[in-house]
């Protein structure tokens, strides 16, 4: 199970780890981990646009809640860790931005959010499919990547369901030889391995 930092270190490659979501890997299958994810509070926003777009307006309206943009319970703001990933995934015709909030925080202690286009909610215990990939964030890198992970999830015996969702990681500074990717999906435990999965696919905050 991985375990969630107190704040930013440095991991064994020298780059900044930063706090993520807890899980404990369930199963492998070739280059797929089946993982079991702990819940988490968010802060989140819906936007407007082509997925990049999208993207990085949401990674900036989130920014700005971490950063300060915020309203404590004394009425002070402060500023809250980063952590990873940023998620991404289609609404309708909008996408969501998720940063997951450090695990210091409850639902009741955060910082209300002083732009009414950002609220903090739950995301509950999900069990998700991932394939990790190194190198440049490009869309076509992106949709290999899922094509490989839905076909080898499928072949295993199980169905994806649901929307792609991006988790984006490394920070834009990051060298992109050394900024790491992943696509996961989303299951429910059914038995005799029909589990039901949510694609979600998984590169890094801001690469190009």
């Known amino acids: 199970m991985t375990r969630p930092t107190d704040g930013p270190q440095r991991d064994q490659t020298g780059n900044m780890a930063y706090e993520s979501p807890t899980y404990r890997v369930e199963e492998r299958i070739d280059e797929i981990e089946l993982r079991r994810y702990e819940p988490y509070l968010v802060a989140e926003t819906l936007v407007q646009g082509p997925l990049e777009r999208a993207g990085n307006g949401g990674f900036r309206l989130l920014a700005g809640y971490i950063f300060g943009g915020n309203k404590t319970a004394d009425g002070d703001s402060t500023k809250i860790a980063m952590t990873t990933p940023v998620t991404q995934d289609r609404v309708g015709d909008q996408y969501r931005v998720r940063f ?69 990681y490394d920070p834009p500074w990051t060298p992109w030889i050394r900024r790491h990717h992943s696509a996961t999906m989303k299951s429910t435990w059914l038995p005799a391995r029909s589990s039901p999965y949510r694609s979600l696919v998984v590169a890094w905050f801001f690469c190009r």
Request: hydrophobic content about 30%; proline content about 9%.
């Open 100 to 168: 997951m909030m450090p695990t210091q925080y409850t639902d009741g202690s955060l910082p209300a959010p002083k732009d009414p286009r950002v609220t903090i909610s739950e995301v509950g215990p999900q069990r998700l499919a991932a394939i990790r990939y190194r190198g440049r964030w490009t869309r076509d890198g992106y949709e290999r990547h899922l094509r490989k992970l839905s076909d080898t999830v499928r072949h295993a015996g199980h169905t994806a369901i649901g929307e792609p969702i991006w988790a984006r």
